[in-house]
C-alpha cells in the first residue's frame, strides 16, 4: 500500500515549503516533494529564489554594491582605499555559502516541523474515488532517478515554481548565453555584457555587473521602460541608470537573430519604430536571456487527472487557490497574480489555514513590488497611469530623498516617494517609491493599505527622525499640500 498523507505539497520553493510547514502547524500530516539538485548533485530545497534566484542574486548585489561605494563614495566620508581590487570567485563563494545556509534551513525547518520530505519528479495521477466519484485520495508518483515510490494524500497543494521563458533563436548554454542560473555564477566580469529584456531580472544583473567593470547593454522590446512602475518613478530610474550608473538602455527594439561567433557574440536588432528596419548590431562576449519566466507545469501529469491549464500553461484556480479538481490547490507562480516568492509563501499559508477549515486569504492588491537596483525601487498599489485609465479622481503628494537628513548623511539623496489617494475619500490607492532602502520602505505602505488608511493618517503618524521613513511622512502630508520640508 502506498504512504498516506492528508497533505502531499510539489514543490519546496517559497509557496510550497511554507505551505507544508503551516499544514503541519494546523495538525496536517504532511509531505513535501521536491526535485532541485545542487551543482553538487544533491537535494537542495528552496526552489528558484534560494538557489538560483531572490538570495543569491541579493547577496551579489550587496558585494556588487560594496564594492562601487568603495570605489567611488568612500573618499567623501574621508576614507582612502588604495590599490582597490574585486576577487569575483571569493565574491561568488560567499554567495553560495549563503544559499547552502538557507537551503539547509529548509530542511531543518521541515524536520522540526515533522513534515516529510521526498526528493524526486512528482506526477499526478488518478488516484481512488469514493462513493459518490469524488477524489478521496489522489496518488502521486515520485521519481529520483532509477527509483520510483508512489504515495497518496487527501490534498494537494502544487507549487512547482517556474523556470526561464526561452528565446528560440538564443540556445542558453550558461557558458556564454546565459539565463538566472549562469548570470550568477560568472567568476570574471565579461569585458562586454549583454541582456535581453529590461525587467526585474534584467536590471538587477546587468546592474551588478556593470558595478563589477562591465560595459552592459540592456535591449528591451517593449517601448516603454519599466512598464509595471509608476511612469514618473520609470523615467526617474531611467536616468539614474544611464546618467549615474552608465548602463545603455535600448527601448522598443526588435531582435532578428543572434550569432556566436569564436570571440563573441553578436545580437542584430532594429529599432521597432523604424519602417525602413535598419538592423545595428552589438558585439558581447556574453549575453544574458532576462525575458520573463513560465510557470513549470510541464511533466507534471496535469493530463493525466484532468487538471485545467490555460493557453500559457498557469493552472487555472479561483479566488482560493483551488484547482477545477477537488482537493488539489495551486499557489505561487503556476497560478495568476506577479511571479514573487512572498506572494506564493502567503497563498501557502492561505491555502493550508482554508485546508484545516479556516479562513485563507491573499489580498493580491496588496503586494509589494521591489526591484534591487541603486537606487531601490518599490512599490504597492495602482501606479498614476492605471488610475488615469480607470478614470479615478486622485491627489498625488511627492517628496525628494534629497531632502531628507538621513539621506543626506547615507549620500543616497537619487529617488523620491509619492503617495496617491482617493481625491473624494483621501484613502491611499498606492505609493511608489524610488530611493535608498525602498524594499524596507514599502512595508509601511503595504501596512496602510491593509488596514484602507488614509493620506491623513500617515501624516499624523509621528516618524523617528532622522529616518528614511520621514520621506513617506512628507508625501503623506503633500497629499494636502502641507509638506514642511520642501
Partial sequence: MPQSFDVAVIGAGPGGYVAAIRCAQLGLNTVCIDEWKSPQGKPSLGGTCLNVGCIPSKALLESSENFERAAHKFASHGIRVEGLSI???TMMSRKDKIVTGFTGGVAMLLKKNKVASMHGHGIL?????DESGNHNLWQIEVKNGDKTDTIEAKHIII????????????QVDNERILDNTGALAMTEAPKRLGVIGGGVIGLEMGSMWRRLGSEVSILEALPGFLTAADEQ???????IFTRESGLVIHTGIRISGIKTGEKSITIEYANAGDADGNVQKLDVDKLIIAVGRTPHTHGLGAENIGLKLDDRGYIEVDSECRTNLSNIFAVGDVVRGPMLAHKASEEGVAVAETIAGQPGHVNLDTIPWVIYTSPEIAWVGKTEQQLKTDGVQYKAGQFPFMANGRARALGETGGFVK????????????IHIIGPYASELIAE????MEFAASSEDIA????AHP???EVLHEAALGVDKRAIHI
Avoid: N, Q
Fill in 233 to 239: 518613478v520609470a523615467k526617474e530610474a531611467k536616468k
Fill in 159 to 170: 507549487a512547482t515554481g517556474s523556470t526561464p521563458r526561452p528565446l528560440p533563436f538564443a
Fill in 460 to 463: 499624523r503618524i509621528v516618524h
Fill in 467 to 469: 529616518s528614511l521613513s
Fill in 125 to 129: 495521477l488518478k488516484g481512488s474515488k
Fill in 419 to 430: 503617495v496617491l489617494a482617493d481625491a473624494h475619500t483621501d484613502r491611499i490607492l498606492g
Fill in 445 to 448: 505602505a503595504v501596512m496602510a
Fill in 87 to 89: 576577487d569575483i570567485p
